[in-house]
C-alpha cells in the first residue's frame, strides 16, 4: 500500500476505541497509574525527538526514520520506569481496583488522545524531514529535476495532514510550523538556479515573489 493511502484517521479510531476497551477491563485507579505513565512517556518520548538531533548530532548523523525510531525507544523505556516506579508507590492499591465502566473509558480518552497527538506530531516532523532530505537529494543532483526516491514517511505526512489526526496536530501545534516548513523548502531550491527557474514558471508562485516584499 501507498504511505499515502494508509487510512491515519481509521487507524488512530481503532487505537483509541480499544484502549477504551482496555480501560473498562482495567479500572478507573489502574487506568490512572498506567495513563499518566503512558502520557509521560509519550512527553519524553517526543521531547528527546526534538534534543536528540542537539546532543548527539555532533556524533550521529540521524535519518528520518532513525530520529523516530530512537525517540520512541527513549518514550518507551521511560514509559516502563515510571509505570513501574508508580506501582512501587501505590504498593496493592492497584491490584485491589474493580473494572471501571465509563469513568475508566473517559479517563482512558486522556492519555491516548494526548499520544494520538504526539505520534501524529512527531510522524509529521518526520515527513518533513524527509521531505527535505529528497529536496536536498534533488538540488545536489541538479538540473531542476527531483530525481531522489519518495520516502514513506513523506507519504505518512501527507496521510495525516488529509485526516482528523493532521486537523488535531494543526490546532495545538504553533501556526508558524507550516510556514517554517515551506520556507525550508524554498532555501533549499534557492540554491539551485534550475530548480529556482522552474519553481518562478509557475504563474501562481510568480506572482508571490514578484510581490514588493518579497522581491526588496
Not at 524531514?129 to 520516502?151: M, N, P, T
Not at 514517511?153 to 490546532?171: E, H, K, P, T, Y
Not at 510550523?177 to 524554498?186: G, N, P, Q, T, V
Amino acid at each position: 500500500m501507498n504511505p499515502e493511502d494508509f487510512p491515519i484517521g481509521l487507524a488512530a479510531i481503532a487505537l483509541i476505541v480499544a484502549y477504551a476497551g482496555y480501560a473498562v477491563i482495567r479500572g478507573v485507579f489502574r487506568m490512572a497509574v498506567g495513563g499518566a505513565a503512558l502520557l509521560a512517556g509519550g512527553l519524553i518520548g517526543y521531547w528527546a525527538f526534538g534534543a536528540l538531533p542537539g546532543l548527539l548530532g555532533d556524533k550521529v548523523d540521524f535519518t528520518p526514520g532513525m530520529l523516530l525510531g530512537s525517540a520512541a525507544g527513549v518514550g518507551i523505556a521511560a514509559y516502563v520506569v515510571i509505570r513501574g516506579a508508580i506501582k512501587k508507590v501505590v504498593g496493592g492499591a492497584a491490584q485491589g481496583a474493580k473494572r471501571g465502566g465509563i469513568a475508566a473509558a473517559a479517563l482512558g480518552l486522556i492519555p491516548i488522545g494526548g499520544l494520538v497527538w504526539l505520534g501524529g506530531s512527531a510522524l509529521r516532523d518526520t515527513g518533513l524531514l524527509a521531505e527535505l532530505d529528497q529536496i536536498g537529494q534533488a538540488v545536489d543532483q541538479g538540473g531542476g529535476e527531483a530525481k531522489a526516491d519518495d520516502s514513506p514517511f513523506a507519504g505518512w505526512r501527507r496521510s495525516i495532514d488529509d485526516s482528523w489526526v493532521g486537523s488535531l496536530v494543526g490546532a495545538f501545534s504553533p501556526q508558524e510550523d507550516d510556514a517554517a516548513a515551506s520556507l525550508s523548502k524554498l532555501l533549499l531550491v534557492f540554491k539551485d538556479p534550475a530548480a529556482w527557474d522552474a519553481l518562478k514558471a509557475n504563474p501562481q508562485i510568480a506572482l508571490i515573489l514578484e510581490h514588493p516584499r518579497c522581491s526588496a
